[in-house]
């Protein structure tokens, strides 16, 4: 009987995040083989869904984290946060930006906008966005770990910071101004 519930039970959440990149990456690819050109708008849309996956992840999770720093590292609440978080950082936060960064390069690239100065501008933005991907990542773990130093106020401050590049980034790319 045990083996019968084990069959049925859902899949991994990291194992069905890791299908979902397959699948998309999977049917991009063959979109962008099959339509050639015209696969650019189709390429554009998916990017811009990893794009808002992306920052919803790198808007919420800071956002839990004020709420876990007020908490005792030993609670219920404090292994609850603990599940959340790493959740959204694997399932959601890295696919996205992986998928953002891949398409996004591809994009720019297919359009010949490497060299335009708007976009090396965008570049150092989206990485600046990156790299405080790796500073929220690098939260998880101090966490999961009961180890974090840094308290409620200063993730409320730096909740700020993804929303700031947004602005920026959105700036750059619809307005284009140099």
Do not use: C
Request: hydrophobic share 60%; aromatic share 10%.
């Amino acid at each position: 009987m045990s083996a019968d519930v084990s069959r049925s039970a859902p899949a991994n959440p990291a194992k069905r995040a890791a299908i979902a990149i397959v699948v998309t990456v999977a049917l991009t690819a063959a979109a962008m083989y099959v339509m050639g050109d015209a696969a650019y708008l189709w390429v554009k849309a998916v990017h811009v869904m990893a794009i808002i996956a992306w920052m919803a992840a790198m808007l919420y999770l800071p956002r839990l984290f004020i709420y876990h720093a007020e908490v005792d590292p030993k609670s219920d609440t404090s292994q609850t946060f603990k599940v959340m978080e790493k959740r959204l950082l694997r399932i959601i936060m890295n696919p996205a930006m992986v998928i953002a960064w891949v398409l996004g390069l591809w994009l720019a690239w297919t359009a010949g906008f490497l060299l335009s100065g708007w976009f090396l501008a965008k570049l150092a933005l989206v990485t600046a966005l990156s790299a405080m991907h790796g500073y929220l990542s690098a939260a998880v773990r101090r966490f999961a770990e009961d180890r974090n130093t840094v308290p409620a106020r200063t993730w409320r401050i730096l909740n700020e910071v993804p929303a700031l590049l947004m602005v920026g980034i959105v700036i750059l790319v619809i307005v284009k101004p140099f």
